[in-house]
């Protein structure tokens, strides 16, 4: 079948398998490979995306159903050279140590910054309760995403 989507702002249309569930789409098909695949069993969340702004498990998700939306991957974060604030979050709290759940992790911290500009650390730790980190202990995580928060508020017009 052929589906048509925008991933990372730009439209396509692919022939696709109907059973491709979208994490495949976009590390096999589109080479995004950003996009961690993990669990097998859509517990762990390494495989987050945004659909029209919301994080979704791409491996919950077939590639015909994101037909008409629009996909952002961990490779649209990073603009001409400057990193996303969450991105850059994680760089200065140390909110990573292996990397694999991360970028789930930032794409979904995003959808909460962008829902939300001042969360709570409560409301940062049920926005990433859907994600396994192995690694760190969730601490770092938080504090990067809060360092996020405070200085996109800090570079908002007006502030």
Same mark, same amino acid.
């Given at each position: 079948? #052929? @589906?048509?989507?925008?991933? !990372?702002?730009? *439209?396509?249309?692919? *022939?696709?398998?109907?059973?491709?569930?979208?994490?495949?789409?976009?590390?096999?098909?589109?080479?995004?490979?950003?996009?961690?695949?993990?669990?097998?069993?859509? !517990?762990?969340?390494?495989?987050? @995306?945004?659909?029209?702004?919301?994080?979704?498990?791409?491996?919950?998700?077939? &590639?015909?159903?994101?037909?008409?939306?629009?996909?952002?991957?961990? %490779?649209?974060? %990073? /603009?001409?050279? @400057?990193?996303?604030? @969450? #991105? /850059?979050?994680?760089?200065?709290?140390?909110?990573? #140590?292996?990397?694999?759940?991360?970028?789930?992790?930032?794409?979904?911290?995003?959808?909460?910054?962008?829902?939300?500009? $001042?969360?709570?650390?409560? %409301?940062?730790? *049920?926005?990433?309760?859907? #994600?396994?980190?192995?690694?760190?202990?969730?601490? !770092?995580?938080?504090?990067?995403?809060?360092? &996020?928060? *405070? $200085?996109?508020? &800090? &570079?908002?017009?007006?502030?």
């Amino acid at each position: 079948m #052929q @589906v048509t989507m925008t991933v !990372n702002g730009e *439209e396509l249309t692919r *022939e696709i398998e109907p059973r491709l569930l979208l994490v495949h789409f976009l590390r096999d098909t589109l080479g995004l490979t950003g996009t961690h695949w993990g669990c097998d069993t859509s !517990n762990c969340g390494v495989c987050v @995306v945004l659909m029209d702004g919301e994080p979704v498990k791409s491996c919950t998700v077939l &590639a015909a159903m994101a037909g008409g939306h629009e996909i952002r991957t961990i %490779e649209s974060m %990073e /603009q001409e050279g @400057v990193l996303d604030p @969450v #991105q /850059q979050g994680f760089t200065e709290e140390h909110g990573l #140590q292996c990397g694999f759940c991360t970028p789930g992790m930032i794409m979904t911290a995003r959808a909460l910054l962008d829902r939300n500009p $001042h969360p709570s650390d409560a %409301e940062i730790r *049920e926005a990433i309760s859907g #994600q396994i980190c192995r690694c760190t202990g969730y601490t !770092n995580i938080v504090k990067a995403i809060r360092w &996020a928060a *405070e $200085h996109e508020a &800090a &570079a908002a017009p007006g502030s």
